[in-house]
């Protein structure tokens, strides 16, 4: 489960889950900790309606990599507001079903085996892409990676992060149509090890990218 705060940021008493920067923010009262707190409880304050969310603090660390925490925080309002993340942390995380309904719909109609397979064992698409969806990759995908993503995701918007999710499931689409109930966490931990073999399927599933507004309108028929 997802679990927001509203303005309660600072009030945690660790760091966000903080996979890829585990070693830079883990020491508490550190000046990089304090950063990421003001960052994100500021943001907090900002959207109500968003309040805070755990995937923040991935996108808020990577922000604070290169900026400092003034810019780090406009970057991240103008994520907010330009880029979509309000539907993705909005209550009930309406931008995030929407994104998990598309890859699902590819997923079917590119990979029906792959797809009756999930179904079959019960693998929601839910329990693995959450946490790649509200972090935009930051805790999923090797460091190098995810920058190259987020280059092509601010020029091209947030459509890029289906495409990079369905690729991922493309490119290990054997071992998932032989996936076994004791084996559901294996879709989590492909993506670190997917950089090589996901590039070629990025440009396969790029040209469906014109085809999401459809599927998009589909699940509200």
Known sequence: M????????????????????????????????????????????????????????????????????????????QLHDAYHMHDIFSPGFPGLLESIYVQERIVEQMMPAVYAAFKKHMVATTSYATKWYITLFANSIPYQTHLRLWDVFLLEGPDLFVIVATSIIWAYRGEHIHISLNRTQTVNAHPQNTSRQSRPTLRRFYPSYRHFSFLRMRMYI
């Open 2 to 77: 997802v679990m927001c705060y509203f303005g309660r940021a600072t009030a945690l008493g660790k760091p966000p889950n903080l996979t890829s920067y585990a070693g830079i923010y883990a020491e508490s009262g550190t000046t990089r900790q304090r950063s990421l707190f003001h960052v994100l409880h500021s943001f907090s304050l900002r959207c109500s309606q968003c309040g805070y969310c755990q995937g923040m603090g991935p996108i808020a660390a990577m922000l604070l990599s290169y900026f400092a925490p003034e810019r780090a925080y406009a970057s991240l309002v």
